[in-house]
C-alpha cells in the first residue's frame, strides 16, 4: 500500500467512543494490532480486573473518557438507563469492550473484542490473530474464527472459511495447513489450532456489510459443540 499511497494511517475508536488512537504506517513500524499512540494519552488507559492500571504489554481492558465519548443511549425512558450506566466505570469511563495492551513507547495495541475471546483450556485466544495466519493461504479469501462448548476445554475452536472463487478447499488440507503454521510447544498438552472447519460459499452479514460472527458461531456451535452433560 505505500507503493500506492504517500502516507497511511490506521485509527482505532468506535462510534460511541470516539477516536481513540491513530498510527501513520511506515516500513518500520508496521507491526500487528498496533494502532499507535492515544489521541489524549490522559483519557485512554488499559485495566486489569481489579480496575487497576496495567504495566507494559500486560494484556488489559481499554477504557476512554473526555469530550468525544458519548453520554448515553437516545431516546429511553428510564431516567438512568441500564445500557448507559453498563456502558460506564463508576469513575465515568467508558468499557470499550476491546482488550489490549500499551508497548514501552506508549503506542496502544489493540487485540479485539472481549466478548470474542476463547478460551481454550488453559489459553486465551484471541480470533484477530489466528484469522490473519489462516488468511495467509492462498486460497482462502476470508476467515472467521468462532468458539464452539466444550466438556473439558470450555471452549474449542472452529474456523469459518470462504474460499477464493474457483477454488477446493476441505477441511483436512486446511487442518495440516494450519498444524504446519501455528505455534506448537512440546511441553503444552493442547496448542491453540482449530479443531473444526466450517466452509462456505459466503458469510452471513451485517446491516454493514461485515461477516455476522454471531450468526457464524450459532451455526459453528450447532455443527460441532459439545455442551457437558
Not at 468506535?14 to 501513520?24: F, K, P
Not at 489524549?40 to 492500571?53: A, P, S
Not at 490473519?132 to 476470508?142: L, S
Request: aromatic content about 10%; hydrophobic content about 35%; proline content about 5%.
Amino acid at each position: 500500500m505505500l507503493k500506492i499511497f504517500k502516507k497511511i494511517y490506521v485509527a482505532y475508536g468506535s462510534t460511541e467512543g470516539g477516536a481513540v488512537s491513530v498510527n501513520e504506517l511506515t516500513e518500520a513500524n508496521m507491526e500487528d494490532f498496533c494502532t499507535g499512540k492515544p489521541v489524549d494519552e490522559n483519557n485512554v488507559r488499559v485495566v486489569n480486573k481489579d480496575q487497576q492500571h496495567c504495566k507494559p504489554r500486560e494484556m488489559g481492558t481499554i477504557h476512554a473518557r473526555g469530550p468525544g465519548v458519548f453520554t448515553g443511549y437516545f431516546n429511553k425512558l428510564e431516567d438512568t438507563d441500564k445500557n448507559t450506566a453498563k456502558a460506564f466505570t463508576a469513575d465515568g469511563w467508558f468499557k470499550m469492550e476491546d482488550n489490549g495492551f500499551y508497548d514501552e513507547q506508549g503506542n496502544l495495541y489493540v487485540l479485539g473484542r472481549e466478548k470474542d475471546i476463547i478460551m481454550y483450556g488453559s489459553f486465551v485466544v484471541y480470533p484477530g490473530w489466528l484469522e490473519k495466519k489462516i488468511m495467509t493461504h492462498p486460497d482462502v479469501a476470508d476467515v472467521v474464527v468462532v468458539p464452539v462448548s466444550d466438556p473439558v476445554l470450555f471452549h474449542d475452536i472452529c474456523a469459518c472459511v470462504k474460499p477464493v472463487k474457483e477454488k477446493t478447499l476441505n477441511g483436512e488440507n486446511l487442518r495440516e495447513f494450519c498444524q504446519k503454521i501455528f505455534i506448537t510447544s512440546s511441553e503444552a498438552a493442547s496448542t491453540p489450532v482449530p479443531k473444526y472447519f466450517m466452509i462456505l460459499e459466503s458469510f452471513p452479514e451485517t446491516l454493514t456489510g461485515k461477516p455476522n460472527k454471531q450468526i457464524l458461531a450459532k451455526m459453528a456451535e450447532e455443527r460441532f459443540g459439545q455442551t457437558a452433560s
